[in-house]
């Protein structure tokens, strides 16, 4: 609670941004021996410079690598459950460092086609320079992408919406809408029920009457611009689409609290 308040005052000066760097050097001072051992262990294994990975994920190695991987399979089980991911097209929305999908290919298949977007500069250009067989785009915080209308048969985007203001929200949601193919699908993840015990009594009454909560006054899409989505805000956010599923799932003791999962058809 005490980091939650001294938090919520930074925010409200504009400072919570700029204080994140000093979070950046107590992780990587925390992760220093695991990380370590993880080098010796696997020494071929690239990997992006400590920011990048930490601003999109954890600075932790092994969880970047390894629990990515069990990402990329968990992501593989849930699409197949849909759709045939056979020579599928595949977009990872806000691949970051690629932490996801650089294991796509050992999950699925070869024969599948690859693409990853970010706003992310220095992301995509590690992405480029280190993970091959993958094609990435540089995107901005505009919804607009390069793609032609009906493009992907698979788009998945770990924990994005979840850094996105309200209006983005809608906007992004378009965009995407607009190049999945029809009976394609996305696989999406939010700050739901789960996520309340964070919430103010001002956020949490908010959120209970449906209205999307967010905590800005930072750079939106940064690690500490935050939303909070209730099920009937992303109801209506997907209101023209079919909901295959929504899940809220279970904490798994060790790890963060868990974000909800939605599953969407174009029909």
């Known amino acids: 609670m005490i980091k939650t308040r001294i938090s919520r005052a930074l925010r409200s000066i504009g400072l919570l ?15 220093k021996a695991s990380n370590k051992g993880f080098l010796i262990k ?27 991987l069990e990402s990329a ?6 699409a197949n459950q849909y759709i045939d991911l056979v020579g599928a097209k ?21 024969e599948c086609e690859l693409h990853g977007t970010d706003y992310n500069k220095s992301s995509i250009e590690w992405c480029n320079k280190n993970l091959q067989g993958i094609n990435f785009n ?16 698979l788009i998945y985007g770990i924990s994005i919406f979840t850094h996105l203001s309200e209006e983005k929200h809608f906007e992004w949601y378009e965009e995407l809408y607009r190049i999945l193919g029809v009976n394609g699908i996305m696989i999406l993840t939010t700050q739901g029920d789960n996520f309340k015990i964070k919430l103010s009594e001002d956020e949490l009454e908010n959120y209970e009457s449906g209205a999307l909560v967010v905590r800005g006054n930072v750079k939106e899409g940064h690690r500490t611009y935050s939303a909070f989505q209730p099920k009937s805000f992303m109801e209506s956010l997907f209101s023209n689409a ?22 969407v058809r174009k029909t």
């Open 138 to 153: 540089l995107n901005g915080i505009e919804a607009k992408l390069p793609y032609s209308n009906n493009t992907f048969d």
């Open 73 to 78: 399979q968990w992501i593989s089980s849930l």
């Open 42 to 68: 696997y020494p071929n294994v690239a990997l992006p410079p400590d920011y990048l990975m930490y601003e999109s994920f954890q600075l932790n190695y092994n969880k970047y690598y390894l629990e990515s």
């Open 17 to 31: 941004q700029a204080f994140d760097g000093l979070n950046f050097w107590l992780e990587r001072r925390k992760n």
């Open 242 to 263: 079919r909901i295959e599923s929504h899940v809220v799932r279970n904490q798994i003791p060790g790890r963060a609290l868990p974000q909800d999962v939605w599953i």
């Open 90 to 110: 595949i977009l990872d929305w806000g691949c970051g460092p690629g932490r996801v999908i650089r294991h796509m290919k050992e999950v699925i298949g070869a």
